[in-house]
């Protein structure tokens, strides 16, 4: 049996995936289990709340790392900016973007995104990341060196998105959580300039 190339950290996955957590599902899934293991704990994933992020970083730290060992992998492989501190734990974790350090809020979260996070982008051994943007963000905001990072671009599966035949109104489709820094207040008042009755806005999130 060959030595796996990586441990993939799967803890972030709930019964309920989305986002981060959907990422984590469909790239464990194209990932060839024999050369990338993956370790699925339950009760950790932001479906279980509060509770459930403090026992997934919990976890991270003290009971990861020793899953590593047993496993024989070079590396832990992880698909978002969580991953063991301890010295000796090599890692490579996918950063998606710094939204939360470029417009940090007043929550429980503040100290895990403005402390935990840019550590572990620090001590990685490679950081993913979803885009060239949040590869420039990571670079100019957090100082990781450029040789340390990679763009992985997020994809999509054919057989749940592809063009139908259908004949479709005119309208802006709108994607995402209504946070201040998403600017929908402007996008409202420069909708409802348009001339185009016709023109629907919809959003989704």
Same mark, same amino acid.
């Given at each position: 049996?060959?030595?796996?190339?990586?441990?993939?950290?799967? /803890?972030?996955?709930? &019964?309920? $995936?989305?986002? =981060? *957590? !959907?990422?984590?599902?469909? %790239? #464990?899934?194209? @990932?060839? +289990?024999?050369?990338?293991?993956?370790?699925?704990?339950?009760?950790?994933?932001?479906?279980?709340?509060?509770?459930?992020?403090?026992?997934?970083?919990?976890?991270?730290?003290?009971?990861?790392?020793?899953?590593?060992?047993?496993?024989?992998?070079?590396?832990?492989? /992880?698909?978002?900016? &969580?991953? $063991?501190?301890? =010295? *000796? !734990?090599?890692?490579?974790? %996918? #950063?998606?973007? @710094?939204? +939360?350090?470029?417009?940090?809020?007043?929550?429980?979260?503040?100290?895990?995104?403005?402390?935990?996070?840019?550590?572990?982008?620090?001590?990685?051994?490679?950081?993913?990341?979803?885009?060239?943007?949040?590869?420039?963000?990571?670079?100019?905001?957090?100082?990781?060196?450029?040789?340390?990072?990679?763009?992985?671009?997020? *994809?999509?599966?054919?057989?749940? %998105?592809?063009?139908?035949?259908?004949?479709?109104?005119?309208?802006?489709?709108?994607?995402?959580?209504?946070?201040?820094?998403?600017?929908?207040?402007?996008?409202?008042?420069?909708?409802?300039?348009?001339?185009?009755?016709?023109?629907?806005?919809?959003?989704?999130?």
């Amino acid at each position: 049996m060959s030595t796996p190339l990586a441990l993939f950290n799967g /803890s972030y996955m709930g &019964e309920k $995936p989305t986002g =981060i *957590g !959907v990422v984590a599902r469909d %790239l #464990a899934a194209a @990932l060839e +289990p024999g050369k990338f293991p993956a370790v699925w704990p339950k009760g950790l994933s932001p479906n279980h709340g509060s509770r459930g992020h403090l026992r997934r970083l919990l976890w991270t730290q003290l009971q990861l790392p020793k899953l590593w060992r047993a496993s024989g992998a070079p590396l832990v492989l /992880s698909p978002l900016p &969580e991953a $063991p501190l301890a =010295i *000796g !734990v090599p890692t490579v974790v %996918l #950063a998606h973007d @710094l939204l +939360p350090l470029r417009y940090p809020q007043p929550s429980p979260l503040l100290a895990y995104h403005l402390a935990y996070v840019p550590l572990v982008l620090h001590r990685a051994r490679h950081v993913l990341c979803n885009s060239e943007a949040t590869a420039r963000e990571v670079h100019g905001r957090l100082r990781v060196p450029l040789r340390q990072l990679s763009v992985l671009r997020l *994809g999509f599966s054919q057989g749940l %998105l592809r063009p139908m035949a259908l004949q479709r109104q005119p309208f802006l489709l709108v994607l995402g959580r209504h946070d201040p820094h998403k600017n929908l207040a402007r996008l409202l008042r420069a909708f409802a300039r348009l001339t185009n009755p016709e023109q629907l806005l919809h959003f989704v999130g």
